[in-house]
């Protein structure tokens, strides 16, 4: 079973400071896929890594896929309190093919 | 497109009742599968399926079944519904054809006492 390790679980800031998530792992993944879920409602899918290495950048939010496609981190540059919710890492292929394995997920509160 | 649709929004279930969670998708998705999401767990496969016809299990598939008889719909059925099953349940579904990139539905909320 594969398994991702997603931290830190809560991260309470201020709006304007900066943050990053990360996402474990020590199993190989086809893809490296960051969901943003909000309260009520189903996971939105926001960016797909495929290749080791590779990074993704989304207005203030920056996205790196590992080496070695075992990890990845979210990084966001000068957070507003849109960007308060649930963010998901979740990984493909590998030994879990037609699976998608989720980590726990990071609960982000950015205040005004 | 109404792109993934789930019915009902929310259901209160007595133990050992039985019921089904639609799902329906009209962007002619071969794959699609079931989650359930409680808290500090992140989301976690029940079933899913490749294709019309063809079903597997993922990590917890104890208490459901489902089937596929076309491309849009995947019903989810609880057999004999107990209160560990209480949890939002997710459907999803992917243009690539494996797990990769999903959209998902609203979720249906569902409590079991």
């Known amino acids: 079973t594969q398994l991702l390790e997603q931290s830190p679980q809560f991260l309470s800031i201020q709006e304007g400071e900066n943050l990053t998530v990360y996402c474990n792992s020590s199993s190989v993944f086809s893809s490296l896929q960051w969901y943003r879920q909000e309260p009520g409602e189903g996971p939105v899918l926001l960016v797909t890594v495929v290749t080791g290495g590779e990074v993704k950048k989304l207005k203030r939010l920056t996205f790196q896929f590992g080496d070695a496609r075992k990890d990845s981190s979210l990084h966001i540059t000068a957070a507003q309190p849109g960007d308060t919710g649930l963010y998901l890492c979740?990984?493909?292929?590998?030994?879990?093919?037609?699976?998608?394995?989720f980590g726990q997920g990071t609960i982000l509160t950015v205040h005004p | 497109n109404a792109g993934v649709t789930q019915t009902p929004k929310f259901q209160v279930l007595k133990t050992g009742q039985s019921m089904t969670l639609q799902c329906a998708q009209d962007m002619n998705h071969e794959y699609m599968s079931w989650y359930r999401q409680d808290p500090g767990m992140g989301l976690r496969l029940i079933h899913y399926?490749?294709?019309?016809?063809?079903?597997d299990q993922g990590e917890v598939p104890n208490g459901y079944n489902v089937s596929r008889s076309t491309t849009e719909d995947f019903p989810l059925r609880l057999l004999s519904a107990a209160p560990s099953q209480t949890s939002v349940y997710f459907c999803a579904s992917s243009y690539h054809g494996t797990a990769r990139e999903q959209y998902f539905g609203p979720g249906t909320r569902l409590t079991v006492t």
């Open positions: 979740a990984g493909d292929g590998g030994t879990s093919y037609g699976k998608l394995t």
């Open positions: 399926s490749v294709g019309a016809g063809i079903t």
